[in-house]
C-alpha cells in the first residue's frame, strides 16, 4: 500500500497544472495580459446562450447546385457536339438529365462517343480519381442521355460548401462583427454565431444574398414578346423591366475591389469597382465597341443600373449608381468584395440571445451552482466525517479539472453545460460512496487498516466502472445525435466523468494510503460527523414481501402517464414542431390579453402567450409557417414589428426560429437517441452479467422513462432537445443506479449458492440501500437549487431530473428486483450459464 514518490509527484503536478489551466476563466483580459508567457492563458468560450447574440444555420440549396451543373452540361454538350461537326436537334435539359439527339442517325455513333468523352472521374477531396461523373446512355430512337451521378453531384455539392463556408466567413469579417464562428454543419449546412448581435437582419441580408454580378448589353428592339437570346428582368429601385441581352459580357468574378462612396455630381451613394488586369482589358474592349449604348449591371436577376456607355472605360474601373442608401451602398460593396456564392443560401434556423439574459443566466448558474455544491459538500461531512472532506477535495479538484480540460479543448460553455456540471457534482461523489461504504464493510469484518483499504477499493472498482460506462453510454449518444447547446452538455458531462474515475479513485486512494502509512492505524475507521449514521448498518428489510405492491403502483403511474401523453398530450417545443419562439421584456407588468389580440391581428395562425419567470417576461411561441423556412422568418419580423409598436420600450430578449426540415430531423435525431441508448444499456448489461439483468434493467428503464414523459405532459414544461438530455441522463443514471445493486446480486450468487432467490435479493438490496440513498441524496441536493431557481431556460432539464432521480432509486428496489426475482427464480443457478467468474472486485 506504499505510495511511489514518482506517483504522488505526478498527481501533484496534474491538480497543479489543472488549477493554472484553469485559473484564466478567473481574470480578466487585462489580467491576463499581465501573467507569465509559459503559463496557460486560454478560457472556457462562453455559448451565445450566456454572453448573448446570434446564430444562423444556412443551407445550400442543392437543387440550385444540381440546376447549374445540368446547365453546365448542356451547354458542354452542345459545345462538344459542335467542335465536332454533328448537326443535333437541340440539346434539353429534363428529368435531371441532358438528352440529345443527332439529325443525322450515320452519326449516332460519333455522336455517343463525343458525349461519352464528357464522362470523367469524380476528383474525390484527397485529389484522386473516383467514379465516373455522368451516366451516358444511348436509346432506341437515337436519344443520348447525360445524367449526373450521385457522387457527381454530392462532390459538386460538397465542393460548393467549402467555397460558400469561405465567402460567409469573408463577408461577416467586412462586415465588422467581432469575434464570428463560421463552420460547415453536415454536408450542406454552415453554422454562424453572431457574439453581440442582437439583430441578424442585416447579416441575413447579407448571406443571403448569391451576389452574382454580371455585365450585359441592353436589348433596344421595341415589343414585349418573347425575344429569343434575351431575358426581362426587373430594374432595381421601379416598377418596370428592362429587357437584356442573355449573353454574358463579363462575370463580377474579375472584381478585385469594390468600395461605398458617393457621386461628385449628384453626391448619391454609389458603389466604386475595379477589375483585375483581364477583366480591366475585356471591360475596355465592351465600351469600345458599344459607346452611345446602354450597358446593364445586374446582380442576382435584378438590374442594378443601365447607364449608357458616353466613352471607353480604359481604366479597369467604374461605379455602380442606382437607389442607393449609405447602408446599402456598403452592404453591396461587402458582398461584391467577398465574392459570389456559388449556389443560393437560406436560413432554416435562427436563435437570437439579449445580452442581459445571458447575463442572468451566468448569474443563476453559478449560484445555484454554488449552493447545489455547497449541500454536497455539507451532505458528505454530516456522513464521513474527515473522510467527507477528503471526497469534497477531490470533487473540487474533479470542477477545476473539468473547466481546465474545457479551456485547453476550446469547448464552449452553454447553459444546459452548467447544468452538466452541476449534476456532475452529484454524480462524482458516488463513487466515493461507493468507497467508504465497502470500506467500513471490510473494516466491520474485522481486516486491518491496509487490508481494508485495499478490498475496500477493489471491490468498489468494477461497480464504478460499470456505472460510468453506463451514462458515458447515454452522454456520448447526446453527443452523437445532439447539436449545439445540449451538445455542450454531453461534453461536459463526459469530461466530469472520465475526470471523476481520476479524481474520486486515484487520488483519494492516494490520500487514504498515505494517511495509513503516516498513522499506522489497526483499523481504518470511518465515522459520521455526528456520531450516528442515516442509515443503520444491517437493515434487513424484507422487499420481495412488497414486490406486487411496488410494480402495480409503477404499473399504474406508467399507464396514467400514457394516458397524460395521449392527453393533454406533451407541449412540444420548436425544436421538434418548427415555428417561432420570442421572449420580450417589457417595462411595464404585460397584459397577455391585449398582447394576445394584437399579435392574432397579423393571421400568424396560432399565438401562444405566457409569462416567463416575471410579470415583465412574456414568451410568444407562434405556430409554424405553411410555405418555406423563409416564411417563418417573415413571421419573426411581422411579430417584432407589431411587439415595438404596442410595446414601445419593450426589448427582445430571444428569438428562436427553427424551420420545419430542421424540426423533424431534431425530433428524428432525439427518439434514436433514446431508442439508442437504451439498446446500448441492454447490450452491456447482458454482456457484463444476465440476459435476466439486463431485461429486468430495460424494462424497469422503461417505467421510469414514461412516468418522466408523464411529468412532461402533467406539468406542460417544454418538450424539446433539453427534455432529450434530460431523459438521456436519466437512462444513464437508472442503469448506473441499478447496476450497484445488480453488481451485489452477482457477487452474493456465488457467496451463498443454497440460499433462496428471494431473499438473496433481499440480502443484496439491504447491503447496498445506504449507498443507493447517499448516491440519490447527493444528485438530488446537486440539482435541487437549479430546479427551484435555475430559470425557465433549465426548468425542463432541473425539474424532470429531480423527479427522475427519485423514480431511479425506488425503481432499483421496487421494479428491478422483483422483475429479476420472477426472470431469475430457478434459472440464475439452473438452466442457465453460469455467472462469469469475476475477481473480488464486484459490488458496491
Not at 248 to 274: K, N, W, Y
Not at 485 to 499: D, E, H, K, S, Y
Not at 761 to 790: E, H, K, Q, V, W
Request: aromatic share 6%; proline share 5%.
Amino acid at each position: 500500500m506504499r505510495q511511489s514518490p514518482w506517483k504522488v509527484t505526478a498527481y501533484a503536478l496534474i491538480v497543479l497544472f489543472g488549477v493554472l489551466a484553469a485559473l484564466p476563466n478567473l481574470l480578466t483580459r487585462e489580467q491576463l495580459a499581465l501573467l507569465p508567457g509559459w503559463l496557460p492563458k486560454q478560457q472556457v468560450t462562453l455559448g451565445l446562450d450566456l454572453r448573448g447574440g446570434s446564430q444562423l444555420l444556412l443551407e445550400i440549396d442543392g437543387d440550385a447546385v444540381r440546376s447549374d451543373r445540368l446547365s453546365s452540361l448542356s451547354d458542354s454538350a452542345a459545345a462538344a457536339l459542335q467542335g465536332a461537326g454533328i448537326r443535333h436537334s437541340g440539346v434539353r435539359v429534363a428529368d435531371n438529365a441532358v438528352t440529345v439527339r443527332p439529325t443525322d442517325a450515320a452519326q449516332g455513333r460519333d455522336a455517343l462517343r463525343v458525349m461519352t468523352g464528357l464522362n470523367t472521374p469524380v476528383e474525390t477531396r484527397f485529389g484522386t480519381s473516383g467514379p465516373p461523373s455522368l451516366e451516358v446512355n444511348a436509346g432506341t430512337d437515337g436519344t443520348i442521355t447525360l445524367r449526373p451521378t450521385e457522387a457527381d453531384l454530392t462532390a459538386r455539392l460538397n465542393a460548393a460548401a467549402d467555397h460558400s463556408l469561405e465567402i460567409v466567413r469573408r463577408r461577416i469579417d467586412q462586415a465588422g462583427i467581432a469575434e464570428p464562428t463560421v463552420m460547415r454543419q453536415g454536408a450542406s449546412r454552415i453554422l454562424v454565431q453572431l457574439p453581440g448581435v442582437q439583430d441578424p437582419t442585416r447579416i441575413k441580408e447579407l448571406l443571403g444574398s448569391t451576389a452574382r454580378l454580371s455585365f450585359h448589353m441592353v436589348d433596344e428592339t421595341a415589343g414585349d414578346g418573347r425575344v429569343p437570346g434575351t431575358t426581362l428582368l426587373p430594374l432595381e429601385g421601379s416598377s418596370g423591366q428592362i429587357r437584356i441581352r442573355s449573353r454574358v459580357m463579363l462575370e463580377g468574378d474579375r472584381l478585385v475591389d469594390a468600395t461605398a462612396g458617393f457621386d461628385q455630381r449628384s453626391g448619391q451613394p454609389i458603389v466604386q469597382f475595379r477589375f483585375d488586369s483581364q477583366g480591366a482589358k475585356r471591360f475596355a474592349d465592351i465600351t469600345q465597341k458599344n459607346v452611345g449604348k446602354p450597358f446593364a449591371i445586374v446582380l442576382d436577376g435584378r438590374v442594378l443600373s443601365a447607364p449608357v456607355i458616353q466613352e471607353p472605360i480604359l481604366g479597369g474601373s467604374g461605379q455602380i449608381s442606382g437607389h442607393f442608401t449609405t447602408e446599402s451602398a456598403k452592404d453591396l460593396a461587402v458582398l461584391l468584395r467577398a465574392g459570389a456564392l456559388p449556389a443560393p443560401m437560406k436560413v432554416i434556423e435562427e436563435r437570437t440571445v439579449g445580452a442581459d439574459l445571458g447575463a442572468d443566466a451566468i448569474e443563476q448558474g453559478v449560484t445555484t451552482g454554488l449552493i447545489g455544491f455547497a449541500l454536497v459538500f455539507v451532505f458528505m461531512v454530516v456522513l464521513y466525517g474527515r473522510w467527507g472532506l477528503v471526497a469534497n477535495l477531490a470533487l473540487a479538484s474533479n470542477v477545476v479539472l473539468t473547466f481546465a480540460a474545457l479551456s485547453l479543448l476550446g469547448a464552449t460553455l452553454t447553459l444546459p453545460g452548467i447544468a452538466g456540471i452541476i449534476l456532475g457534482v452529484g454524480l462524482a461523489v458516488d463513487a466515493n460512496v461507493l468507497i467508504n461504504e465497502r470500506i467500513r464493510e471490510e473494516t466491520a469484518r474485522g481486516r486491518s487498516a491496509i487490508a481494508a483499504l485495499d478490498a475496500g477499493f477493489k471491490r468498489a472498482y468494477s461497480t464504478i466502472v460499470d456505472s460510468n460506462v453506463t451514462t458515458l453510454i447515454a452522454t456520448t449518444m447526446l453527443f452523437a445525435l445532439g447539436s449545439g447547446p445540449v451538445r455542450g452538455f454531453a461534453i461536459t458531462m463526459g469530461l466530469g466523468i472520465m475526470i471523476s474515475m481520476f479524481t474520486a479513485v486515484s487520488i483519494v486512494r492516494m490520500i487514504m494510503a498515505l494517511w495509513v502509512v503516516w498513522r499506522r492505524p489497526k483499523q481504518f475507521i470511518i465515522r459520521p460527523l455526528l456520531g450516528m449514521r442515516l442509515i443503520p448498518d444491517n437493515t434487513a428489510f424484507r422487499f420481495m414481501r412488497g414486490r406486487f405492491i411496488g410494480i402495480a403502483v409503477s404499473a399504474v403511474l406508467s399507464v396514467s402517464s400514457l394516458a397524460l401523453f395521449v392527453h393533454p398530450g406533451l407541449n412540444y417545443g420548436i425544436d421538434f414542431v418548427g415555428g417561432t419562439l420570442v421572449e420580450v421584456k417589457t417595462q411595464e407588468p404585460a397584459r397577455l390579453d391585449e398582447l394576445r389580440r394584437a399579435l392574432n391581428g397579423l393571421d400568424l395562425g396560432e399565438v401562444a402567450l405566457q409569462e416567463a419567470g416575471s410579470p415583465n417576461n412574456v414568451l410568444v411561441r407562434i405556430e409554424r409557417q405553411p410555405g418555406d423556412d423563409q416564411a417563418q422568418a417573415a413571421a419573426t419580423d411581422k411579430v417584432k414589428a407589431k411587439l415595438a409598436e404596442i410595446a414601445p420600450g419593450s426589448a427582445i430578449e430571444r428569438v428562436e426560429v427553427v424551420g420545419p426540415k430542421v424540426s423533424g430531423e431534431l425530433m428524428e435525431a432525439g427518439v434514436l437517441a433514446v431508442a439508442l441508448a437504451c439498446l446500448a444499456m441492454l447490450i452491456y448489461i447482458w454482456v457484463r452479467f444476465e440476459w435476466q439483468f439486463a431485461v429486468g434493467a430495460i424494462v424497469t428503464l422503461v417505467l421510469d422513462v414514461t412516468k418522466t414523459v408523464g411529468l412532461f405532459a402533467l406539468t406542460g414544461l417544454d418538450f424539446n432537445l433539453t427534455a432529450i438530455a434530460a431523459l438521456l441522463t436519466l437512462i444513464g443514471y437508472s442503469v448506473n443506479d441499478k447496476v450497484v445493486v445488480y453488481d451485489r446480486m452477482r457477487e452474493n450468487l456465488r457467496l451463498y449458492k443454497k440460499m433462496p432467490l428471494r431473499e438473496l435479493i433481499d440480502l443484496s438490496i439491504n447491503a447496498t440501500l445506504a449507498r443507493s440513498i447517499y448516491t440519490s441524496a447527493t444528485a438530488f441536493l446537486s440539482m435541487l437549487p437549479m430546479a427551484l431557481a435555475g430559470g425557465s431556460a433549465v426548468d425542463n432539464f432541473a425539474i424532470p431530473m429531480v423527479f427522475g432521480i427519485v423514480v431511479g432509486a425506488s425503481s432499483s428496489v421496487f421494479i428491478a428486483a422483483p422483475i429479476l426475482l420472477f426472470l431469475g427464480e430457478g434459472r440464475l443457478r439452473r438452466g442457465g450459464r453460469s455467472p462469469a467468474p469475476v475477481p473480488a472486485a464486484s459490488a458496491g
